[in-house]
């Protein structure tokens, strides 16, 4: 095979001028709507050929047409009418022809075919039924209505009048918000024995009482003036919460001698806001006087002092309100104040209502004529005196039917509905003794003093901690253990959490109650517990449970 020369390769790749118009490098242009834009050749201004890229698409490698090449900024039309079909004479087999047109179809259908489709969609059948509509119109209609009327009450209620829903007993504004649960159940959830627990609002009242007696007393003490500006700050930063003039007014209302209050002027301040010329609320502490000196400094003594009298006034306030309570019930009980330790067990005391505020000194207002209405009431007041009274007495006389009639108190809590009619088959008098052991039952609950109370405790215990004592002698086999033993294995086997001292404690009150089934033995410095193990268990639980039931009711 002869071997091909250099040269005849270059002759054979030179290229000719139509084989250069051929190679031109392809035009991008925007696609046409009818045919794709030609190839033109870019001239190379250096003067030497320049040899130009094949595109990787190979609808560039198609033939050129004879047409002149469009512009090279071409507007974009997107009409339905260009984007060809795929049924048209114009749409390109090739897959790159397809491409491209379902671009154009996706551009042309966002720009000019969705007016064509609403149609379409509005031909589809609704899953909506006609019932449904009715429904939903009706209730369109009813709302429209709501609206309206709400609308026209808020008007009236702005006027002054008095709407349609308030008229019809159904306030159109929304009813008092509940307090929080731990407000509402907060003499359930407190510690230790219950006693005479103070609600919720009078412990707070209470707390705000201390920290206000807190600050004046340290403002008394350095011989500055205490004003309620101040009072207020600190008290705030005490306790976290808001303390208002109402708070001061409820704490006058509980105890009247704790301060002297006044309005005055004139007091340094040091506050852009409060002018030196403007009435302030001035608090002042009252001392007790004893032998004729006054006391010119509020010691912690004097705090401690005022801080249980002020718990003692609203424990007496609660105690009204439990006796008007025990005065409603069906019998009407009556308990002793001196042997009261407890409220009765139906008596709400978070319910209790709130105190209402003194009225405090207010500034003096003046009288400013800025009108000449203003100086017409004025002249008024020029009259002569048989006039003034003339006119005086009219206006009593014309107030007297409309003066307003005097409330009774509300009471803390309703009593226990009584039942319309007796039982049937129940005589009466049944009813009636069992309504007064229930009465006696309260009565001794109400009165218990503490030391019963963790007596009987002690005895609501005893029948499970003696099952546990017999068990604990049948397991060890011998007649008698030392208290420390014996109390060491019932703690450990008790299901409450008790110390060996509180055990010892429950051991002996058994002993005192059943000295025939358990006795206790003094032997030099150890106490030995003895236990009747061939004693019935049922029969010394029953004997416990009687002795338990007898204390209650005393």
Request: hydrophobic share 35%; glycine share 4%; net charge positive.
């Amino acid at each position: 095979m002869a071997q091909r020369r250099l040269t005849d390769f270059f002759a054979h790749r030179r290229p000719g001028p139509r084989a250069a118009l051929s190679r031109t490098k392809p035009t991008w242009g925007t696609p046409s709507s009818a045919k794709p834009a030609p190839h033109v050749r870019v001239p190379n201004s250096g003067g030497r050929r320049k040899r130009a890229r094949l595109p990787d698409d190979p609808a560039c490698n198609e033939p050129t047409r004879d047409e002149p090449a469009p512009p090279a900024r071409r507007k974009l039309k997107l009409t339905a009418d260009v984007v060809p079909g795929p049924g048209s004479a114009e749409a390109p087999s090739s897959p790159e022809h397809s491409s491209l047109s379902k671009k154009t179809k996706k551009v042309a259908l966002s720009a000019g075919q969705l007016p064509r489709l609403a149609p379409q969609e509005d031909k589809v059948p609704s899953k909506i039924t006609f019932s449904e509509f009715k429904s939903c119109l009706k209730r369109a209609r009813e709302l429209g209505a709501r609206v309206q009327e709400l609308k026209a009450s808020a008007q009236r209620n702005d006027a002054g009048e008095p709407s349609a829903l308030e008229a019809n007993g159904h306030s159109s504004r929304p009813s008092e918000e509940k307090a929080p649960a731990y407000q509402r159940f907060h003499a359930l959830a407190q510690p230790g024995p219950p006693g005479l627990v103070l609600p919720y609002k009078y412990q707070v009242l209470a707390e705000m009482f201390c920290s206000m007696d807190t600050i004046v007393g340290m403002l008394f003490n350095r011989l500055e003036t205490v004003t309620f500006a101040k009072v207020k700050k600190g008290v705030q930063d005490m306790m976290r919460k808001r303390f208002e003039e109402r708070n001061v007014g409820q704490i006058k209302t509980v105890y009247p001698a704790s301060y002297r209050f006044r309005q005055e002027r004139n007091v340094p301040t040091f506050k852009d806001d409060v002018k030196r010329s403007d009435y302030q609320l001035t608090i002042e502490p009252l001392l007790d006087q004893e032998d004729g000196n006054t006391a010119t400094q509020l010691t912690a003594s004097h705090l401690l002092q005022r801080r249980q009298v002020f718990s003692q006034n609203l424990v007496e306030r609660v105690r009204e309100h439990h006796r008007v309570f025990l005065a409603s019930l069906s019998p009407p009980m009556v308990v002793p104040e001196d042997q009261l330790t407890r409220w009765h067990p139906r008596f709400n005391v978070d319910e209790v209502p709130d105190i209402e505020p003194a009225e405090l000194p207010q500034p003096p207002t003046t009288e400013k004529l800025a009108t000449a209405q203003d100086v017409l009431a004025r002249a008024r007041s020029l009259m002569s005196p048989r006039m003034e009274k003339a006119l005086s007495d009219l206006a009593l006389r014309r107030a007297e039917p409309s003066s307003p009639l005097s409330f009774s108190p509300a009471l803390p809590a309703t009593p226990p509905p009584t039942p319309p009619a007796p039982l049937k088959g129940v005589s009466q008098d049944l009813l009636e003794r069992i309504r007064a052991k229930e009465m006696q039952k309260q009565l001794a609950q109400m009165t218990r003093r503490p030391e019963q109370e963790q007596r009987l405790q002690r005895l609501e215990r005893l029948p499970e901690l003696a099952r546990v004592l017999r068990s604990i002698f049948v397991s060890e086999r011998k007649p008698a253990l030392t208290m420390e033993v014996a109390c060491a294995r019932m703690v450990s086997s008790y299901h409450v959490a008790m110390s060996p001292g509180e055990m010892e404690k429950h051991v002996q009150l058994l002993s005192e109650l059943l000295p025939d089934w358990l006795s206790l033995h003094r032997i030099r410095m150890d106490t030995y517990v003895k236990l009747d193990k061939a004693a019935d268990l049922a029969g010394v639980t029953e004997r416990l449970a009687r002795l338990t039931r007898a204390e209650e009711v005393l």
